[in-house]
DNA sequence: TATTGTTATACTCTATAACTATA
DNA sequence: TATAGTTATAGAGTATAACAATA
């Protein structure tokens, strides 16, 4: 039926490519596969051996790494989350007792919000865990290659900075908002 | 702050690295930044442009290349979500006329979903504009960096369709279902 | 008036499970 | 009894917008 047999798993989003040879379609649909089943994995065993989501862990690991603590904005930011968001996700850490909010002396709409010593302790558990899947999800590379991708993602990555949201323009450049 | 001022963009998900130099974990969250912010792209371009979402470019995408057509069952397996998900998708793709759903003569449980003309021709004006976002978003990349790393993932993506959703046992194996 | 954070709401995406109609 | 598909429901994850308190 397809033309392209390709050459491993047939079933999955990879087999969303056409008959066609585009390379960087055929680079993504691989490299989307490879991501979603990793996150996949992690989020299925985030759940059933910890009880939690990738939001919540994130969250943790943003604080655990600046002890001062940080405002909701500043969570807003480096979890790429409306303010919304962080607050839901806070009220639940709050409510398990992993993290704790301080009014802060100089700006009284603003809070500091930093990991209370069980939420450091819980962390640090499911960081080592965590660590281990990935390695085990990335066995299938030897330590060269992941040096390698590593570097070249960062070209990649420098170049999606670039990139907006919104698609080129295709037809007339109509003045650039002149 | 971060005693590892890493080397690009620094207020994102990689920035959820801790100070530590684990490879396999850093790799994963330049790899996750990519990934998502490309996903996040395409998803946004399709909403605003064609008024779609990437399930259902996906689900037109499998039909396309299936002019014979699928039963919902074969779609559900292909894009690897439950039955339930591919009737709602599937219902709204037929509401607009993209696709239609066919009794089966043999087996009069079934259906046969293939693209109607209309979705043919829809499907494909959005796959043309769709690849040369991909193309944008990956060049970044030349085309030895994007065959490179195409055949490297192909190890990856083997070795993740052995890895399994529930952790490897970290204490006493416990005699591994005897 | 602008900003910080909260609340309310809604939509996408996905899963599970009960159900219908065939087989 | 098993299978194909649907319906109903739930929950994660996200966004927008109106709002309160404070700056």
């Given at each position: 039926m397809s033309a392209v047999p390709d050459d491993?798993?047939?079933?999955?989003?990879?087999?969303?490519?056409?008959?066609?040879?585009?390379q960087a379609i055929k680079l993504w649909l691989r490299m989307l596969a490879c991501t979603t089943r990793i996150e996949s994995v992690v989020r299925n065993r985030l759940r059933s051996e910890?009880?939690?989501?990738l939001p919540r862990f994130d969250l943790l690991a943003q604080l655990e790494r600046e002890p001062e603590g940080l405002t909701m904005g500043e969570l807003s930011q480096r979890l790429m989350v409306t303010g919304g968001n962080v607050t839901g996700v806070t009220d639940q850490l709050e409510a398990e007792g992993l993290v704790k909010r301080t009014p802060r002396a100089n700006d009284r709409r603003a809070f500091t919000v930093q990991l209370t010593p069980a939420g450091k302790r819980q962390f640090r558990r499911m960081a080592a865990v965590h660590e281990q899947w990935v390695i085990e999800l990335f066995a299938g590379w030897n330590a060269d290659e992941k040096t390698q991708v590593y570097a070249m993602l960062a070209g990649l990555k420098k170049h999606l900075g670039g990139v907006d949201m919104a698609p080129p323009r295709r037809s007339k450049p109509k003045k650039e908002t002149a």
């Open positions: 491993d798993l047939p079933q999955d989003l990879e087999s969303r490519v056409i008959d066609d040879h585009h910890f009880a939690t989501t």
